[in-house]
Nanobody, 123 residues
């Protein structure tokens, strides 16, 4: 499986954005997916995860209530919807996959990473 995140851009604070993570490969539906972000000068951090079936999701406390992760396995795509964007959401966003039922909050548990997409939030 290969992953490609897209949908980033320059947005004003308070607006919304939806990121997509498109997967290639027939085994995508067996993968749990995590979304991570890395702001300039900071460590890459977990923001959201979704199990392989799409029925189990989880979020970092810092984004809970503003981020929503979903997936459409038939389209090989996972989405991350972000509302009420804040300047502190500015980061490169990555999606990552692991061949497992459940997502993880630990980045070292993901074997597959795609190139990130940059989100810049202006105040």
């Amino acid at each position: 499986v290969q992953l490609q995140a897209s949908g980033g851009g320059l947005v004003q604070a308070g607006n919304s954005l939806t990121l997509s993570c498109k997967a290639s490969g027939r085994t995508f539906r067996s993968y749990a997916v995590g979304w991570f972000r890395q702001a300039p000068g900071k460590e890459r951090e977990f923001v959201a995860g979704i199990g392989r079936r799409g029925d189990i999701t989880g979020y970092a406390d810092s984004v809970k209530g503003r981020f929503a992760v979903s997936r459409i396995n038939s389209a090989n795509t996972v989405y991350l919807q972000i509302i009420s964007l804040k300047p502190e959401d500015t980061a490169v966003y990555y999606c990552a996959g692991k061949d497992a039922m459940w997502y993880s909050r630990q980045r070292n548990e993901y074997a597959t990473w795609g190139p990130g997409t940059l989100v810049t939030v202006s105040s």
